[in-house]
């Protein structure tokens, strides 16, 4: 069973910057898809950016291309999505998730339903 923990989220004012991190609790992290969800309130659930088990390919969604940057460290098991120039409308929950892969390369979905490890997820608010 993989755990994912995110930390990393807070308030912040429009324009400025935050980290978030995810640590995952399972063996070889880098058989697994990564990707950042967000879900603001009364929304569906989107997703942000994915990576592959490699960090070879990468994923954005048009709304934070430019902005936002994914990374992994397979030798820390973990996953980072740095955000720069947020805005009012990133404020949601972000959730980290998983998904297992036969290979590194294999490139990460976007589904929310392809994914079978959630972290609990953290708030990131952004005032203007």
Same mark, same amino acid.
């Given at each position: 069973? $993989?755990?994912?923990?995110?930390?990393?989220?807070?308030?912040?004012? /429009?324009?400025?910057?935050?980290?978030? %991190?995810?640590?995952?609790?399972?063996?070889?992290?880098?058989?697994?898809?990564? /990707?950042?969800?967000?879900?603001?309130?009364?929304?569906?659930?989107?997703?942000?950016? /994915?990576?592959?088990?490699?960090?070879?390919?990468?994923?954005?969604?048009?709304?934070?291309?430019?902005?936002?940057?994914?990374?992994?460290?397979? /030798?820390?098991?973990?996953?980072?999505?740095?955000?720069?120039?947020?805005? &009012?409308?990133?404020?949601?929950?972000?959730?980290?998730?998983?998904? &297992? $892969?036969?290979?590194?390369?294999?490139?990460?979905?976007?589904?929310?339903?392809?994914?079978?490890?959630?972290?609990?997820?953290?708030? $990131?608010?952004? %005032?203007?």
């Amino acid at each position: 069973q $993989v755990q994912l923990v995110e930390s990393g989220g807070g308030l912040v004012q /429009a324009g400025g910057s935050l980290r978030l %991190s995810c640590a995952s609790s399972g063996r070889t992290f880098s058989l697994y898809a990564m /990707a950042w969800f967000r879900q603001a309130p009364g929304k569906e659930r989107e997703g942000v950016a /994915a990576i592959s088990g490699s960090g070879g390919t990468i994923y954005y969604a048009d709304s934070v291309k430019g902005r936002f940057t994914i990374s992994r460290d397979n /030798a820390k098991n973990t996953v980072n999505l740095q955000m720069n120039s947020l805005k &009012p409308k990133d404020t949601a929950v972000y959730y980290c998730a998983g998904e &297992p $892969v036969l290979y590194r390369t294999v490139v990460p979905r976007t589904r929310d339903s392809a994914y079978d490890y959630w972290g609990q997820g953290t708030q $990131v608010t952004v %005032s203007s």
